[in-house]
């Protein structure tokens, strides 16, 4: 099912994993879906990695989501360093393998690669879009950064270049992860002043360990409130309450949004089936009154 068509019906639920290392076995991704399948997410983002290394561990895992689990997949696709030709011959094979929704991205340029030596049919996400939805029939979605992207210096710029994603095909957006929810109300603010109105799913990722913190803070452009600060310092050497209060703050995130009438919570997993349990668990009865509500208003 496309994914369009379900956030017209739903607040949806989703969750992101990631394939396994090049060097790594596959195997303990499979235990990983067997763990999130039961949960009944209304997607499953698989990533991509840098330069397509990980593309056909990604369409396999993919793939394996729809027919085995019976669940969306979305594929995430990137294409900073693909031909025409390249991406062609992925996505007429995608529909054998059950695949119909993907997540453009322009992806990271690998690291050491030669400029010179860098294929320039797509420059940026919009670019694969536009393409995808000009030779292809799937449902296309997009990222969108909150907090603006790390690599644009101005914040109207940074929005312009989301509209071209937009006018390119995307129908719906996921964000990238973020701590404080009224950055996300200031960028659909944004989005409102420039008539844009599409879905945008909230990625949310609850911090659970010093060492996943310290990573995704240098890795992401988000701010981190005061009050999880406060939470990250007070129990940084006890492992299990860090974990716990994570979870706790994610929760509170994640109902603040959805009371804020947020599209849909995205979790970033981390290939850690027990941590969106958890999530899970506490927002399962709040997503059901959400939809239930939206279903009784359309009714009448």
């Known amino acids: 099912m496309y994914i369009s068509e379900l956030l017209r019906e739903k607040k949806v639920l989703s969750f992101e994993i990631f394939p396994p290392k090049q060097t790594s076995s596959v195997e303990g991704i499979?235990?990983?879906?067997?763990?999130?399948?039961?949960l009944r997410p209304d997607f499953i983002s698989v990533t991509?990695?840098?330069?397509g290394s990980t593309s056909k561990t990604t369409e396999k895992i993919a793939s394996l989501i729809e027919t085995k689990y019976n669940l969306n997949a979305l594929m995430h696709l990137t294409c900073i360093?693909?031909?025409?030709?390249?991406?062609?011959?992925?996505?007429?094979?995608?529909?054998?393998?059950?695949?119909?929704?993907?997540?453009?991205?322009?992806?990271?340029?690998?690291?050491?690669?030669?400029?010179?030596?860098?294929i320039r049919d797509f420059?940026?996400?919009?670019?694969?879009?536009?393409y995808i939805r000009k030779h292809h029939v799937f449902c296309v979605g997009g990222a969108c950064y909150p907090e603006g992207h790390p690599?644009?210096?101005?914040?109207?710029?940074?929005?312009?270049?989301?509209?071209?994603?937009?006018?390119?095909?995307?129908?719906?957006?996921?964000?990238?992860?973020?701590?404080?929810?009224?950055?996300?109300?200031?960028f659909k603010e944004k989005l409102q002043k420039a008539n844009v109105d599409i879905p945008i799913i909230a990625g949310i990722m609850p911090l659970t360990n010093q060492s996943q913190i310290e990573k995704m803070l240098a890795l992401s452009n988000a701010t981190v409130p005061k009050?999880?600060?406060?939470?990250?310092?007070?129990f940084e050497h006890n492992a299990e309450a860090l974990k716990d209060?994570?979870?706790?703050?994610?929760?509170?995130?994640?109902?603040?949004?959805?009371?804020?009438?947020v599209d849909g919570i995205h979790i970033y997993t981390m290939n850690k089936p027990q941590i969106a349990k958890d999530l899970v668990r506490?927002?399962?009865?709040?997503?059901?009154?959400?939809?239930?509500?939206?279903?009784?208003?359309?009714?009448?």
């Not at 420059?123 to 536009?130: F, G, N």
Request: overall charge negative.
């Open 30 to 38: 499979y235990d990983t879906i067997d763990a999130l399948a039961p």
């Open 48 to 51: 991509y990695g840098a330069g």
């Open 81 to 118: 360093d693909s031909s025409k030709e390249q991406m062609d011959e992925m996505l007429n094979d995608l529909p054998n393998k059950n695949i119909s929704n993907i997540l453009a991205l322009r992806g990271d340029i690998p690291k050491g690669a030669e400029e010179r030596n860098r």
């Open 123 to 130: 420059q940026y996400a919009s670019d694969l879009a536009e």
């Open 151 to 186: 690599e644009c210096p101005y914040p109207e710029q940074d929005i312009e270049n989301l509209l071209w994603k937009l006018d390119a095909g995307v129908s719906f957006l996921v964000t990238q992860l973020f701590f404080d929810n009224d950055v996300l109300y200031r």
């Open 227 to 234: 009050n999880l600060v406060r939470i990250i310092h007070k």
């Open 245 to 261: 209060a994570g979870i706790a703050y994610a929760t509170q995130q994640s109902i603040d949004l959805l009371t804020h009438g």
């Open 282 to 300: 506490n927002l399962d009865s709040l997503l059901y009154a959400t939809n239930s509500r939206n279903k009784n208003v359309s009714n009448y």
